[in-house]
């Protein structure tokens, strides 16, 4: 089975600060992929970074960047510059061997000005 | 590109009512998921469809739900007998398979239910 944990329910940050959620994971499969969700208060779900198992080097998306740590089974979502349009529930997300992905229980951003 | 929609937004029923919920993928995307999502987690993978062809189905899609995509394109979800437990959010995604960009799901709205 597959698992994906993430041990923060809630978290915040000033604004133009830089915060780093964690996401741990289990998974018996060699071909694999992770991703980060953001879901803001009452709108739809939007990916926010993705990266590869085989690829070595740390996706990066503008301000949003992710610490791939393999055989740990880490993956942490790390935002710099904080801005208050970042305050989601974020949801870390594993998808191997099969079409679903399987998803943490998400932690809560808060940006305070 | 109008991405992925459903109907309706809410749905409040009383429980042992039928329920049916709509989604309507991006145009050219093949794949078709629906997850649940309960209050303070993370979505759970319910079935997936490929064109018309439901490919993968959870455990917790019990014989009370069932799903169709009868011409590859919008999908449907229907509860029969709803329980105070169905209570949730039901989001729909969808993707274009046969590319990498396939592995990203875009995100219907969802459909919130209350059973009360």
């Known amino acids: 089975a597959q698992t994906v944990t993430q041990s923060q329910p809630e978290m915040s940050v000033q604004e133009a600060e830089t915060v780093t959620l964690s996401c741990t994971y289990d998974?018996?499969?060699?071909?694999?992929?992770l991703f980060w969700y953001k879901q803001p208060p009452s709108r739809q779900m939007i990916l926010v970074i993705r990266?590869?198992?085989?690829?070595?080097q740390n996706a990066t998306e503008n301000r949003f960047s992710v610490n791939f740590q393999k055989a740990a089974k880490s993956f942490s979502l790390k935002i710099s510059d904080s801005q208050l349009g970042d305050a989601a529930m974020y949801f870390c997300a594993l998808r191997g061997g099969s079409e679903k992905l399987v998803f943490g229980k998400g932690t809560k951003l808060t940006v305070n000005p | 590109d109008t991405g992925v929609s459903q109907n309706p937004r809410h749905k409040i029923t009383k429980r042992g009512q039928n329920v049916t919920f709509r989604c309507d993928p991006i145009s050219e995307h093949n794949r078709l998921y629906w997850y649940r999502q309960t209050l303070g987690q993370g979505p759970e993978f319910l079935t997936y469809f490929q064109n018309e062809a439901q490919l993968e189905k959870s455990r917790l899609l019990s014989d009370r739900f069932s799903a169709e995509r009868p011409k590859g394109s919008f999908s449907t979800l229907e509860i029969q007998r709803t329980e105070q437990g169905d209570s949730a959010m039901y989001l729909c995604?969808?993707?274009?398979?046969?590319?990498?960009?396939?592995?990203?799901?875009?995100f219907g709205p969802g459909t919130r239910l209350t059973v009360t």
């Open positions: 990266q590869e198992a085989y690829k070595q």
């Open positions: 998974t018996s499969e060699s071909d694999y992929y």
């Open positions: 995604a969808s993707s274009k398979g046969g590319s990498a960009l396939s592995y990203e799901q875009y």
